[in-house]
Structures are given as structure tokens and as C-alpha cells.
């Protein structure tokens, strides 16, 4: 049996945030993640703000630096476009950016367990059940684990019903891009996908992560990942 004073559910950047965070002001802090390797699958473009990166000193994952913003609006062949001539956001190597938050987290104290899956919990008695029989029993828990939502399901504390964002991305190649300071959205309905959106994110001159996202309403019991 485990114990410890803060137990945070999944290593995403959420998750390893929160645990840095609570090991930075002393809490006895322990992270379980379900898959093998920290930063696997990728469910995410890795576009995040300039702020992130200089707060939690991040410089090393950053791929590309964006300094201009440009939304389109397709069906009105409308547009509108922004340079901040500064940097705002960037795309980020999501790996790096992830073992560089967790050497962050592991440096103030806390333990991060992989491959592990809650598989039981039991809060009104402070415990949470791991795949290997592991018990861990904590003060503070923390679903960080995105759309599955482990704990807050096996609490009963999910709704019926709720809207899920879900999207598709790829990373291009060979791909002529006019200007890597500027990432794109697109919106749409017809030309790119009801209540959503697309986005083109420059990786240098010669590379783009190309995607479109939507929503889709979900009862509670049905899986999506």
C-alpha cells in the first residue's frame, strides 16, 4: 500500500502541473499513468502560449514561434489577420514538453508510476485501486486523465450527457508554407465541418501539422477512448 497526501490521475499536461505545483509546496505527491511512456499517444496539436513556455521554463520543446494570427472564414471568403510582432504561442515537440514537466515534477519530490490503471476507487474512504492490486490512499485526488475521466466516472459524479470536442490532425511534410510566423484557423460549415473549425500550424518553411476539430454530444456510457 501506498500513501501520500496529493494523488493526481494521469501525466498530461494537466496532471504533471497540478503535481508540480502541490510537491512545490511540500505535499507527499504521487502521479499514476495508465499508459507505458509518458507523452504517448499523442491526443493533442501541441500549440500552447508564450506564456506557458517562459513560466514553466519550457524553451527547449518549442518547434516553431508564431507571431502573426490569421482566422478565415471560408463561406463569407472573409478574413481577418493579426501580427503582435512579438511571440504569442508556439508549437511544441509534445514529448519533450512533457518529460520536461515531468523532471520538473519528480525534481520537487513527487513519484509519477506508469502503467498504471485505476481499475477501483473508493474515495469516502481516501483509496484508490490499481490493475497490479495496488492500493494508494490519499487526502487530495486529482482526475487529471482528460476525457476518460477514471475517477469522476467511478465516482458517479459524470453527467448523462455532456458535449465532447474530438478532432483529426496530421503532420505534413514537403509542404510549401508562405509564412511559419503565422498559424491559421478556418472556419466553416460547409467548406470545413459543422460546429468546429480547422487550423494550419506551421513547423518551419517545409513542414505543417494540419487538422479540423468538431463536437459531438455523448451519453455517460458511451466509450470514446
Same mark, same amino acid.
Not at 89 to 95: E, G, K, L, P, Q
Given at each position: 500500500?501506498?500513501?501520500?497526501?496529493?494523488?493526481?490521475?494521469?501525466?498530461?499536461?494537466?496532471?504533471?502541473?497540478?503535481?508540480?505545483?502541490?510537491?512545490?509546496?511540500? @505535499?507527499? *505527491?504521487?502521479?499514476?499513468?495508465?499508459?507505458?511512456?509518458?507523452?504517448?499517444?499523442?491526443? /493533442?496539436?501541441?500549440?500552447?502560449?508564450?506564456?506557458?513556455?517562459?513560466?514553466?521554463? @519550457?524553451?527547449?520543446?518549442?518547434?516553431?514561434?508564431?507571431?502573426?494570427?490569421?482566422?478565415?472564414?471560408?463561406?463569407?471568403?472573409?478574413?481577418?489577420?493579426?501580427?503582435?510582432?512579438?511571440?504569442?504561442?508556439?508549437?511544441?515537440?509534445?514529448?519533450?514538453?512533457?518529460?520536461?514537466?515531468?523532471?520538473?515534477?519528480?525534481?520537487?519530490?513527487?513519484?509519477?508510476?506508469?502503467?498504471?490503471?485505476?481499475?477501483?476507487?473508493?474515495?469516502?474512504?481516501?483509496?484508490?485501486?490499481?490493475?497490479?492490486?495496488?492500493?494508494?490512499?490519499?487526502?487530495?485526488?486529482?482526475?487529471?486523465?482528460?476525457?476518460?475521466?477514471?475517477?469522476?466516472?467511478?465516482?458517479?459524479?459524470?453527467?448523462?450527457?455532456?458535449? @465532447?470536442?474530438?478532432?483529426?490532425?496530421?503532420? #505534413?511534410?514537403?509542404?510549401?508554407?508562405?509564412?511559419?510566423? /503565422?498559424?491559421?484557423?478556418?472556419?466553416?460549415?460547409?467548406?470545413?465541418?459543422?460546429?468546429? #473549425?480547422?487550423?494550419?500550424?506551421?513547423?518551419?518553411?517545409?513542414?505543417?501539422?494540419?487538422?479540423?476539430? *468538431?463536437?459531438?454530444?455523448?451519453?455517460?456510457?458511451?466509450?470514446?477512448?
Amino acid at each position: 500500500m501506498l500513501k501520500c497526501d496529493v494523488l493526481v490521475v494521469g501525466a498530461g499536461p494537466a496532471g504533471l502541473a497540478c503535481s508540480i505545483i502541490t510537491a512545490k509546496h511540500g @505535499l507527499n *505527491t504521487i502521479i499514476v499513468e495508465k499508459n507505458k511512456e509518458i507523452g504517448y499517444p499523442v491526443k /493533442t496539436s501541441a500549440l500552447t502560449w508564450s506564456d506557458v513556455i517562459k513560466e514553466w521554463k @519550457l524553451k527547449r520543446s518549442v518547434v516553431q514561434w508564431y507571431t502573426n494570427f490569421e482566422i478565415a472564414s471560408l463561406h463569407s471568403k472573409m478574413k481577418a489577420s493579426i501580427n503582435f510582432k512579438r511571440r504569442i504561442a508556439c508549437t511544441v515537440n509534445f514529448h519533450k514538453f512533457l518529460k520536461q514537466l515531468a523532471l520538473q515534477s519528480i525534481r520537487f519530490g513527487s513519484k509519477i508510476i506508469l502503467n498504471a490503471k485505476v481499475v477501483d476507487s473508493k474515495l469516502e474512504k481516501n483509496k484508490v485501486y490499481l490493475k497490479d492490486k495496488k492500493m494508494i490512499t490519499a487526502k487530495i485526488f486529482i482526475d487529471a486523465s482528460g476525457p476518460s475521466a477514471v475517477l469522476a466516472r467511478k465516482e458517479n459524479l459524470f453527467p448523462k450527457k455532456y458535449e @465532447l470536442g474530438i478532432g483529426i490532425e496530421r503532420e #505534413y511534410y514537403n509542404v510549401k508554407v508562405k509564412s511559419p510566423t /503565422t498559424f491559421k484557423i478556418f472556419v466553416g460549415e460547409k467548406e470545413i465541418i459543422p460546429e468546429g #473549425y480547422g487550423w494550419f500550424f506551421p513547423l518551419g518553411k517545409e513542414a505543417a501539422r494540419i487538422g479540423i476539430a *468538431t463536437s459531438i454530444k455523448v451519453g455517460k456510457k458511451q466509450k470514446i477512448f
